[in-house]
């Protein structure tokens, strides 16, 4: 990371803490007072292919000592009713600013992966975890969607496991190094500015392009 990708990072998170940390504490009061405790999930990721961290969302699922992997289909049950609005708006990332402050992550970089996918796809991750993990990224933007209808259909874990390791992965680590032959300033605030209209709902992809996707599972 350069320094002023780094000082880019700290600048936004002390500037978006400061903004929404009403928004943040009433999210927080919200699901421990609707959904009980806990209030924050606690997930281990890797920034590169040795070294973990843990990473902090909101929780959004009933909790579930034996949950492993990314969630399928077969979870959905799981999701509480404040955890379906804070998915859709992607608020339950708001935690990982600590995250970026700590110099865990930065705003636009490779979705953080969990150790097992690391272990299980060795050579991909040595590529895309050369970069710091983000919270947004050209893969989030561009396959996030297909990613969750890919994983909705999926009913049990071993389907889930099968479907994103030879659906998901691969199609996310050509984005992932697609944005770092491509990554510049510019480009990672184009990112960010994409990530948060889509939050805010004030980008939508034509109809016609979403029902060919569905069809044609491009």
């Not at 978006?16 to 699901?31: C, E, K, R, T």
């Not at 804070?86 to 992550?105: A, F």
Request: positive net charge.
């Amino acid at each position: 990371m350069t320094p002023a990708k780094r000082a880019m990072d700290l600048a936004l998170a002390l500037l978006l803490g400061i903004v929404l940390a009403l928004p943040i504490l009433v999210i927080a009061l919200s699901i421990r007072l609707i959904d009980g405790s806990p209030v924050f999930y606690p997930s281990e990721r890797m920034k590169g292919p040795r070294t973990p961290f843990t990473l902090w969302k909101f929780r959004t699922m009933a909790p579930d000592r034996g949950d492993t992997g990314v969630s399928g289909g077969y979870k959905t049950a799981r999701i509480t009713a404040t955890g379906r609005f804070l998915r859709r708006k992607r608020l339950d990332e708001l935690p990982q600013l600590w995250n970026i402050l700590r110099g865990d992550m930065s705003f636009v970089g490779p979705r953080p992966p969990l150790r097992r996918y690391v272990e299980l796809c060795p050579e991909t991750y040595a590529e895309v975890l050369r970069n710091r993990p983000g919270v947004t990224g050209l893969a989030t933007l561009m396959f996030h969607a297909r990613e969750e209808q890919l994983l909705a259909r999926c009913r049990d874990a071993e389907e889930t496991e099968r479907v994103y390791l030879s659906r998901c992965v691969p199609a996310k680590a050509r984005l992932d190094l697609l944005w770092a032959r491509k990554r510049s300033l510019c480009v990672d605030a184009w990112l960010i500015g994409r990530t948060g209209a889509r939050a805010l709902g004030l980008e939508r992809r034509p109809k016609m392009r979403q029902n060919r996707a569905a069809r044609t599972g491009n």
